[in-house]
């Protein structure tokens, strides 16, 4: 069976590092536009400032890794599902950091 382009774990690794920053940026900068605020503040006084909102907007800047990660699978492309799934598995304990303590 020939093998797949771009299907490697190692590739789905980085590209589930990577989009979840991405996600937060797109987060904050709507978060910012609809409450009328800049992204800095939402960065320091939302995010840094207030620990309830850590972890919920850290889960929701995790979303954004279910777009490659279902179309890796769509494309069957497993290896490179894998890694986005490893690198979810790598934020979550920062997630439940944040929430606990």
């Given at each position: 069976?020939?093998?797949?382009?771009f299907?490697?774990?190692?590739?789905?690794?980085?590209?589930?590092l990577?989009?979840?920053?991405?996600?937060?940026?797109i987060?904050?900068?709507?978060w910012?536009w609809?409450?009328?605020?800049t992204?800095?503040?939402f960065?320091?006084?939302?995010f840094?400032?207030?620990?309830?909102?850590?972890?919920?907007?850290?889960?929701?800047?995790l979303?954004?890794?279910?777009?490659?990660?279902?179309?890796?699978?769509?494309?069957?492309?497993?290896?490179?599902?894998?890694?986005?799934?490893?690198?979810?598995?790598?934020?979550?304990?920062?997630?439940?950091?944040?929430?606990?303590?």
């Amino acid at each position: 069976m020939k093998s797949k382009r771009f299907d490697k774990t190692a590739i789905g690794f980085v590209i589930g590092l990577i989009l979840p920053v991405i996600g937060f940026v797109i987060y904050g900068v709507y978060w910012s536009w609809k409450f009328f605020r800049t992204f800095s503040y939402f960065v320091n006084d939302v995010f840094l400032g207030t620990p309830t909102f850590r972890s919920s907007i850290l889960s929701l800047s995790l979303l954004i890794n279910l777009i490659p990660f279902f179309i890796f699978l769509k494309t069957d492309r497993n290896k490179s599902a894998r890694g986005v799934l490893a690198a979810v598995f790598v934020y979550v304990p920062f997630v439940v950091y944040f929430k606990f303590f």
